[in-house]
């Protein structure tokens, strides 16, 4: 049960802290069409450095990560 339960928390933590590699991949293509200076380009930066800060720290990407509950039989 304790290696069920490390997994469990290990798998959490990886996808609170990590984008999959096609969402990342979409978030910097937007980033590069945007317009030099927009609200826009602004935001996706800001979203593209707290995805590579998470990822680094493993911290999780969104303050709101809600609060997972599972019942295990």
Not at 8 to 37: M, N
Not at 45 to 68: H, W
């Amino acid at each position: 049960m304790k290696k069920l339960v490390a997994e469990i928390a290990d798998f959490i933590g990886r996808t609170s802290s990590t984008l999959p590699s096609d969402a990342l991949a979409a978030l910097k293509s937007a980033h590069r069409r945007e317009a030099k200076g927009s609200s826009a380009k602004m935001i996706l930066s800001t979203i593209l450095e707290n995805a590579k800060v998470a990822a680094k720290a493993g911290t999780p990407l969104c303050q709101d990560t809600g609060t997972l509950t599972f019942f295990v039989d």
